[in-house]
Each structure stands twice: as structure tokens, then as C-alpha cells.
């Protein structure tokens, strides 16, 4: 079966310094995994996605994420956190096993201090 | 591109009245999308989904008599909330599924969500 897990409900940084959310999946086949964004009050923006390319994925506003298979995790990362990165942030997974519905991991808000 | 729209972006009414929400993909076509509801601090938790041309798929759990929804066009899905209760007040987020294969059969694009507040 097809899950999620964010390891972190809550993370908290310091304006400028290295953020790390994590997530580990679970995936039956070949997974398609995505980080999205959720502002409040505010639908889903897609960060990025990996789809059986290259391992590293890089997205916008600096994020980017590795897959790594044998730890069957896709942890997102930035080297520097802005105050507009204060937002929730969601790991998805997916496969064709599943009919490549989309699996939902608990979030992880993040909070960026001045 | 890939624009997802839903209208309305919120809503109140009162208990027992019936509420419509429209999902549209703007600027490519959708044969498949998928209706969310989201409790305040909670995840995504996906209701039904919604095939052009074809019944619906709910959830288990998700009552389907309660929650209508029609896929009547590629560029269109609606969602029903019959006989509101204030229990049924939630954030509602649609996506939907590019036909063109180029695009990634297995790519959402998700919608801005509807707030329904039933009093």
C-alpha cells in the first residue's frame, strides 16, 4: 500500500538558515513523489516533483529534494529560509500500482523567525 | 498554464440549503478530477474521483448521495453539498488530471479551494 509519512508537524528556523523537511514513502512500484505548498487560506502549489528522472530535483523558489530509493525517502530542502516560506508543506506519493492516485502525508508547517 | 480555477472561493449557508462548486481547468482538458476536503490544520483527504462521462468514484465513508458530483465536460466538474449541515462546513480543493499524456498522466493540478461555512 501507497503512504506517507512526514517525520516533522512542526518546524521552526531562523530567517537565513538551512530548512529540512522530511518525508519517507511507502510504494508498492515506481513512484512519483511531490512537495506542495499551501499558504493560508490558499490552494496547492506544486515545489517540485520526481518522476524516475534524476534523483536530485530541483523546484522553485530554491527548494529541491534527492530520492532516495534505498531509504525510501524524498526529504525537501533550501539552504536559506525566507519569511515568505512560512507556509504548509505537503509530501505526496504516487504510482501506476495505485492508478496514480495521489497519497497525501500529514504535513509539516513550517515557521520562519526573523 | 495548467490553471485550475473553482468558484466560488467561499461560501455561507444555512443548514439544510444545498451548495454548488465548480471546478474548471482553464487551459487544458481533464478527463479525470478529483474533489478534496481539508479540516483546518489537517491534510488533504481526497472524497471522489470524478470521471467525464462517467459516475463518480467516492471514498469510503464519503456519502455520495450527499455529495454530487457531475463531470458533464473535459473542462468542468461540480460538486454538490445536499441538505448542508454545519458539520459539512470545510475547505473544498478540486484538481484535475491533463489528458495530454505529454503533460504526465500522473500530474494534478490543483484548484485555489472553496471555504463552505454552513451556519
Known amino acids: 500500500a501507497q503512504s506517507v509519512t512526514q517525520l516533522d508537524s512542526h518546524v521552526s528556523v531562523s530567517e537565513g538558515t538551512p530548512v529540512l523537511l522530511r518525508c519517507n514513502y511507502s510504494?508498492?512500484?515506481?513512484?512519483?513523489l511531490f512537495w506542495y505548498v499551501q499558504h493560508p487560506n490558499k490552494g496547492l502549489q506544486l515545489l517540485l516533483k520526481?518522476?524516475?528522472?534524476?534523483?536530485l530535483v530541483k523546484g522553485i523558489n530554491g527548494f529541491e529534494a534527492e530520492f532516495k530509493k534505498s531509504e525510501t525517502s524524498f526529504h525537501l530542502t533550501k539552504p536559506s529560509a525566507h519569511m515568505s516560506d512560512a507556509a504548509e508543506y505537503f509530501c505526496v506519493v504516487s504510482d501506476l500500482w495505485s492508478g496514480n492516485q495521489f497519497y497525501f502525508g500529514t504535513g509539516t508547517s513550517l515557521t520562519v523567525i526573523p | 498554464g495548467a490553471v485550475v480555477s473553482q468558484h466560488p472561493s467561499w461560501v455561507i449557508c444555512k443548514s439544510g440549503t444545498s451548495v454548488k462548486i465548480e471546478c474548471r481547468s482553464l487551459d487544458f482538458q481533464a478527463t479525470t478530477m478529483f474533489w478534496y476536503r481539508q479540516f483546518p490544520k489537517q491534510s488533504l483527504m481526497l472524497m471522489a474521483t470524478s470521471n467525464e462521462g462517467s459516475k463518480a468514484t467516492y471514498e469510503q465513508g464519503v456519502e455520495k448521495d450527499k455529495f454530487l458530483i457531475n463531470h458533464a465536460s473535459l473542462t468542468l466538474s461540480t460538486l454538490t453539498v445536499t441538505s448542508a449541515h454545519p458539520e459539512d462546513s470545510s475547505f473544498y480543493i478540486c484538481?484535475?488530471?491533463?489528458?495530454?499524456?505529454?503533460?504526465?498522466?500522473?500530474?494534478?493540478?490543483f484548484g485555489p479551494g472553496t471555504r463552505l461555512t454552513v451556519t
Open positions: 484538481s484535475a488530471r491533463d489528458i495530454n499524456f505529454l503533460a504526465g498522466p500522473y500530474e494534478q493540478y
Open positions: 510504494s508498492s512500484y515506481s513512484p512519483s
Open positions: 520526481y518522476t524516475s528522472a534524476a534523483t
